[in-house]
């Protein structure tokens, strides 16, 4: 069983930044492809950028240029710096990990961005 905890959601203006983390529980955290999702009120939950064991990213095409992820393995933490937010940006952000067949979501942190 892996824990996943988000931090760094917040109120933030138009153009402003934020970074959200995630750190999980367990000693394998490395070889877990680590994903960032979002759910804004009345939408499909979508994602957001993910992230490979060896590094290897994904973006949506909505994030690209905007948004990073990132992952520190020693610190079993993978982080999603936000740059240039958009009102359209705001929603419920979650962490996400998967193992093969094994997928954990974290309660998720909310993102506002409004002036």
């Known amino acids: 069983q892996v824990q996943l905890v988000e931090s760094g959601g917040g109120l933030v203006q138009p153009g402003g930044s934020l970074r959200l983390s995630c750190t999980a529980s367990?000693?394998?955290?490395?070889?877990?492809?680590m994903g960032w999702y979002r759910q804004a009120p009345g939408k499909q939950r979508e994602l957001v950028a993910r992230?490979?064991?060896?590094?290897?990213?994904n973006y949506a095409d909505s994030v690209k240029g905007r948004f990073t992820i990132s992952r520190d393995n020693a610190k079993n933490t993978v982080y999603l710096q936000m740059n240039s937010l958009k009102p359209e940006d705001t929603a419920v952000f979650y962490c996400?990990?998967?193992?093969?067949?094994?997928?954990?979501w974290g309660q998720g942190t909310q993102v506002t961005v409004s002036s």
């Open positions: 996400r990990a998967d193992l093969g067949s094994r997928v954990y």
């Open positions: 367990g000693s394998i955290f490395g070889i877990y492809v």
């Open positions: 992230i490979t064991s060896g590094g290897i990213t």
